[in-house]
Structures are given as C-alpha cells and as structure tokens.
C-alpha cells in the first residue's frame, strides 16, 4: 500500500491516505509531464515547489534517456562500419602480410570491443532511467492527489459559501423589490392625496421647498 503522507513543501499538514498500490500501478498513469491533462490541472492553482521539483527530475531523466537512445543508435552503426572495414582489409593483412592492414584491422577490432562493453551499459542504465522515471512519476502523484484534493476540497467550500452568499442575495433583492414597489405605491397615493387636497399650485410650491 502507498501511503499519502507526505508534506507538500510545507504546504500540507500531515494526514494518512492509503491507496492500493496495485490499483495505482496499474491504473494506466502515463508519464505525467507528458500528459496534456496535466498542466490544465494548475490552470488555476500554482504549482507547488515540490511538484516542480519533480518536474525537473522526471525532464532530466527523459533527456539522459534521449542522449542514450541516440548513443547506442549511434555506435550501433559505427559498430557495423568498423565490422565492415575488418572484412575488407582481412585479405590484406593475411595473404598480402600488409602491416598497415593489420594495425587497422587492430584499432576497429579494439573499437567493437569498446562498443561491445559500452552496449549492456547503456541498456541497463535506460532500465534504471524507467525505473526512475516511473518512481519519481509515481511520487509526484502522491503529492499531487494530496494538494490538488485539498485545494478540490478549498474551492467546493468556496463554491458552498458563495451560492449562499448567492442565495441570499437574491432574498435580499426581492425584499428590497419589494419594500420599493410598497414605497412607490405609498408615495404616489400620498401625492395624490395631498394634491386633491391643496390643489397643483400648492404642491408645486411643497415640492420647490423640499427639492
């Protein structure tokens, strides 16, 4: 079982979440930085410094796996040339006894062998590199479900307390709807009043007074 109890950079209080690893491992997770989905999750939250971190270490991974994809395609093919280069100067250097074939023939062979030890190097250093990766893919997620849950949890609080801020707002505005309508209706049946009343030159003059 992983357990989710790590501390974001100083960000998230310790807690125990325990997922089943089985079902983490195999849940069909791609390389995270790889994953489109991923960056649209910070769309509006910022990253924090640990995930960040890890980002740079799973980048840094990514690219060593790179150079060593291009290095042993690379000596791959210098491996065959020099192959090559022995068969042809072999006539030479056995029927023509030609010392500068077998001093040749000397220097590639030397260079296969270099090739040939370098080979298993570099394959099982790109078994590392995945291991790594998905370790450190695997890690990130931890601390992602902790700070991305927490903030989920943040803003359906949020969103809570402003549908009843909401809500009452909309109380709010039909009771001032409708103690406007109450006082419009009041004012209008009092002006009437008072103008049948004093008549229109009287309140003509109420109204200048109080303008």
């Known amino acids: 079982m992983i357990n989710f109890g790590r501390i974001i950079d100083g960000i998230l209080p310790r807690k125990k979440f325990v997922l089943d690893e089985y079902a983490l491992r195999n849940a069909g997770i791609n390389i995270l930085i790889q994953d489109e989905r991923w960056e649209r999750l910070f769309s509006s939250v910022k990253k924090p410094a640990a995930i960040v971190k890890a980002e740079g270490a799973i980048h840094a991974f990514l690219d060593e796996k790179t150079r060593l994809n291009m290095e042993k395609n690379m000596i791959a093919a210098e491996k065959q040339v020099k192959l090559n280069r022995i068969v042809e100067l072999t006539d030479k250097a056995v029927n023509e006894n030609d010392e500068a074939a077998r001093t040749e023939i000397d220097a590639c062979e030397a260079r296969v062998r270099e090739i040939n030890e370098r080979d298993p190097q570099i394959e099982q250093r790109d078994e590392e590199l995945d ?8 890690a990130m997620l931890e601390d992602a479900a902790l ?48 103008h049948g009343l004093f008549g229109a030159k009287q309140i003509e003059s109420l109204d200048d007074h109080y303008t």
């Open 131 to 138: 291991n790594e990766i998905k370790a450190a893919n695997l």
């Open 147 to 194: 700070f991305l849950y927490r903030y989920m949890k943040k803003s359906q609080a949020r969103v809570s307390e402003l549908s009843t801020q909401i809500s009452n707002m909309r109380e709010t505005l039909k009771e001032r709807i409708s103690e406007r309508e109450e006082l419009d209706a009041s004012v209008n049946e009092t002006y009437q009043f008072l």
